[in-house]
């Protein structure tokens, strides 16, 4: 399962921007589209956290596999914070994203609302054609299932889930499921990571898949022993929605603070918004991975 599998699994996938929150739990104050608790239902009883996270796994593979189908818009707003958090530097994007052999890929389409010149058109369809003969190349050459299924058994055993209440999302009945990692380490890939996560997530009770998350940092996270990075604080807010039949992300807000090699204070706040989602042509993915006809 792919790494953005596990981010709909357990929400706490990394989407290659590192992110913050305070020490403690982030906060689980609920949009107003969320209803503290759905009052017809609460006699009944909440399901056990972890068997309802487990649940989630067979049906993410089906919407892992329909998801290759699709291509999007992503808005990227980038923002460098003072001290007080205050916006001294903003930074948009526009991509397109679409998925080619399980990954996906970002092709930029404006910069700070500035379309490429012809020029810069050319060297990003190259990277991105590039990347994509990549994950043609990686699919190929690895054995799935039962190692896949090895790393998230893994992953979701590194964690406690508890059900804490029902509530309204979007006019759906979620179950409110906190997760925090237990203590010690773990042989897991970036484990330094995993052990200083908690957070929130809710998650349909019907289909089975999260609609919002919020999560974050316990504790301090240090990348390549503090000398790459050394992370303070990170949080991070996810909201997904329904697209046809599958489920897609809407939006992700993610607070990053800390050092980058040692010296460079890093404090960046960075939103990703989605839209336009559509059907993707097999002619048009043929063409980027340059596939023989």
Request: glycine share 6%; aromatic share 6%; net charge positive.
């Amino acid at each position: 399962m792919r790494a953005d599998a596990i981010c709909f699994v357990l929400a706490v996938g990394l989407s290659g921007v590192t992110q913050a929150s305070a020490q403690g739990s982030p906060s689980a104050t609920p949009a107003t589209s969320v209803l503290a608790s759905d009052t017809t239902q609460v006699d009944r009883p909440l399901p056990d956290g972890s068997e309802l996270v487990r649940s989630m796994v067979d049906r993410q593979r089906s919407f892992e596999e329909a998801i290759d189908s699709y291509t999007y818009d992503l808005v990227r707003t980038e923002e460098h914070l003072d001290s007080k958090d205050r916006v001294k530097k903003r930074h948009l994007r526009r991509y397109e994203v679409f998925f080619v052999q399980g990954g996906s890929a970002h092709k930029l389409v404006e910069d700070d609302g500035r379309p490429l010149t012809p020029s810069e058109q050319e060297k990003e369809e190259r990277r991105v054609r590039k990347k994509a003969e990549e994950a043609a190349r990686r699919k190929k050459e690895r054995t799935r299932d039962s190692e896949d299924d090895l790393k998230i058994s893994k992953v979701l055993a590194r964690f406690d889930f508890t059900s804490l209440s029902r509530a309204i999302v979007d006019g759906r009945t979620t179950v409110l499921v906190e997760f925090r990692a237990q203590p010690g380490k773990r042989d897991i890939d970036q484990d330094n990571v995993l052990r200083a996560l908690r957070g929130r997530l809710w998650i349909d009770e019907e289909e089975r898949v999260v609609l919002r998350a919020e999560f974050g940092s316990a504790q301090g996270i240090k990348i390549g022993g503090g000398l790459l990075a050394s992370i303070s604080s990170f949080d991070v807010k996810m909201e997904i929605g329904r697209v046809d039949q599958i489920w897609l992300p809407r939006r992700t807000e993610a607070f990053v603070a800390g050092r980058l090699l040692l010296l460079k204070k890093l404090r960046q706040r960075v939103v990703d918004e989605y839209s336009n989602f559509r059907r993707f042509e097999v002619t048009t993915e043929e063409h980027l991975i340059g596939a023989e006809r």
